[in-house]
């Protein structure tokens, strides 16, 4: 069975969007961005709200810009090599291959998805990635922790969410980036 995997950029006082502003620095650092694409490479599928789909289809066409860097037109390659599922109640159409839109959150079918999947499956953004929380479907969680604190936003974890992980796997990079993956225990 694959695995579902939160994983986000998030400040060190733990918002995964920031109320004002971005996150902070650490995540542009090539070294960080190549972490990040040998991480997901394995992922088949992704899921994703509007929100985040919006933002991540960049990735559909970066390979194209001019002096695009090796790993930026590896890390496109990756993205648009999986599957994407757009949750959104208001998205008309997609503009990216092998992605399909879902109208609702249903719990049952990303645990069909998980059990029938030959790779592991990413969800993305805060507010999807709670509902698969509330659901029990996340299996690890990866964090890639900036330098900054920012003072509010969307937190990564939501509220009143109680979890016991255990902690697999870190990294310090020098931009001061952490990264910290947990599985659930």
Known sequence: M????????????GYAEAAEGDLGTGAEDQEVHTFIGDVFRHVGTFLYGRRMYETMVFWETAHTLPDVPPHIEQYARDWQAAEKVVYSTTLESVSSEKTR????????????????????????????????????LVDEYHLFITTSVV??????????ARLDLQLVEERAFDSGLIYARYRTR
């Open 151 to 160: 003072g509010g936003g969307k937190r990564f974890f939501p509220d009143g």
């Open 2 to 13: 694959a695995k579902l995997i939160y994983s986000m950029i998030t400040s060190l006082d």
């Open 101 to 136: 839109i879902e109208r609702t959150f249903d719990p049952d079918a990303v645990r069909r998805l998980k059990a029938e999947a030959d790779s592991d499956l990413s969800v993305d953004g805060p507010n999807l990635a709670a509902q698969a929380i509330a659901a029990g």
